[in-house]
Structure formats: structure tokens, C-alpha cells
């Protein structure tokens, strides 16, 4: 992870421990999820298709 990434939930700047990214099950977009948004199970929208995910 790198410091531009930023979590698709809360925009927080994704920090290297805790933080993930994979790809959206519909159009393979990657999201980026934050340690906190993971652990909290909080809501995410994929920016380029619209998918919602927990």
C-alpha cells in the first residue's frame, strides 16, 4: 500500500499494517479498506460501478 491509496469507505490514508485492498466482484475495480472499516464491518461502495458491499 502506498500513502495515495485511501479507504473506500471513510477516505482515511491507508496505512501499510491492517489495511487491505481487493478487487470488486463485479467489475474487478480494487477497493481499499482501512483497519478500522474491516473491523467495524462498514458499509462500502465501489466508485466505478455502484456495488455495495459490508
Known amino acids: 500500500m502506498t500513502a495515495k491509496e485511501r479507504c473506500t469507505s ?4 491507508l496505512a501499510v499494517e491492517g489495511s487491505t485492498g481487493f478487487p470488486c466482484p463485479v467489475c474487478a475495480n480494487t477497493i481499499y479498506r482501512c ?20
Open 10 to 13: 471513510c477516505n482515511a490514508t
Open 35 to 54: 483497519y478500522r472499516c474491516r473491523e467495524q464491518s462498514i458499509a462500502y461502495t465501489c466508485p466505478k460501478c455502484g456495488f455495495q458491499g459490508p
